[in-house]
């Protein structure tokens, strides 16, 4: 304990002096080094972690199937199972049942907390990964069989290669790899089995491990985020969102355009309308004090997206879009970072089936989200954009019902840059690519770096090793073989790293 408290004590001064080298030198990376033998090692075990890859893919672990949910308990079982034969301690923390239908419930797969060393001398790290997948079916598209490891071209095809399988596994390749030198830091993992449907009762997990398993935890890692291009890059923030619905009545029925059409107040009209002075058509966003808790851009965030690796001809290639609303890589990247934006979904209770229905709709929902940014408040923005609709439905003077429910308030998160984890994986970057990282956020939203922060008081980083075009809950996911192997090197080279801070 009282070595725990000296290391403590250190922390502060260690990140003065690192900022003040910072400031003083043109970078503080580590030279590549030549002939690493930890480097060698992972080279020399590629192909045994490409198998255990092959037989990762292999289980379905689609978490949204119930008919599955035994291929994902079997897939964490196959975690645990690997995460002891190498060395770490192991619980299977149980998280009850869940109600998928009314009146029908699932057992929820357990959350792996594992350990690897418990030195008090030594700085404690978590890693967070998920072992469920997204659905997939060749008939969607797939060139393979979407659980069958393909191997073509450099890439690894296969349903979870890349989210979260494959970077999942080279976190645990790399600290199987830098143990056989010795471990310099504590590693702790928690990974789950339900988050691409939401995380169930994770986050009551994490506040009722607090001040157990997360009672020595230094720094939280996310293993699950691609890089912005072939760059490797380090997510340091991302967007929140808060999703909305309209939902707008008129007659008791459904009725028919023929028999009223001309003579009631629709209720889609009402909600096209309402739909309509969301956003202007540049996309900026049309109620009122909606920017007002939005940061300025400091002149020293704009230098973070002049270096950034990004080729906006490449997105159009992708995308097929012709223009954006943006035109430069600076703009398009900020706008997509770090300013708000409001997206239109869909609506809920219209006709959507092929051929003509000429029915006027008794109820309509529609559908859409605010990615906020910080220091936005999800609860502040609840009540904008409630006010804001009211006032123009009562301008309409319709004599339809209106009304406002928030859905989703996901708030946004924001790291500093300057903790010792962002140095080290910074450092680590140097050492295994000799390229200075992109710092990037996440236009996204991902809750549970916010929970992390919010509840634990840790600080969080996403380091993860997909690629830009990995495809992740699309068809034809993959991971390059180059970012699955040099991305094993960057997960060592960061515990090594993390060692000196």
Known sequence: MQAMIAWKENYQTKIFLLCIVSLLSSHVFLSPVPNDPLFKHIDDHKNEYIQRLKAWVAIESDSSDP??????????????????????????????????????????????????????????VCFYGHMDVQPAKKVDGWNTDPYTLTEKDGNLYGRGTSDDKGQVLALLHAVESVKKFGL???????????????????????????????????????????????????????????????????????LHSGGFGGTVHEAMSDLVYLLGVLADVNGKILIPGIYDDVLPVSEQE???????????????????????????KEDILMYRWRFPSLSIHGIEGAFSGSGTKTVIPAKVIGKFSIRQVPKMNPSVVEKKVSDYLEDKFAERKSPNKMKVTMVIGAQPWLANMSEPQYLAARNAVKRVFNVEADMIRAGGTIPIAKDFEDILGKSVMLLGIGGPDDAPHGQNEKISMYNYIEGTKLYASFLQELASF
């Open 184 to 254: 310099p830091v504590n590693v702790k993992l928690f990974i789950e089995g339900m988050e691409e449907v939401g995380s169930n009762g994770l986050q009551r997990l994490v506040e009722e491990k607090k001040d157990t398993f997360f009672s020595d935890v230094d720094y939280i890692v996310v293993t699950d985020t691609p890089w912005l291009s072939t760059k490797p890059g380090i997510t340091y923030g991302a967007r929140g969102n808060c999703y909305f619905f309209i939902e707008v009545e008129g007659a008791r029925r459904d």
């Open 67 to 124: 008919s599955k949910r035994d291929q994902v308990e079997h897939m964490m079982q196959v975690t645990k199972d690997y995460i002891l034969l190498i060395g770490g301690k192991v619980e299977m923390a149980e998280l009850g049942e869940q109600e998928y239908l009314p009146g029908t419930k699932l057992p929820l797969p357990p959350v792996i907390l594992a350990e690897f060393g418990n030195d008090a001398n030594k700085p404690t």
């Open 302 to 328: 704009k230098e973070l997206y002049k270096d950034l690796v990004f080729d906006l001809e490449d997105l159009q290639r992708d995308t097929g879009v012709n223009k954006f609303l943006q035109s430069t």
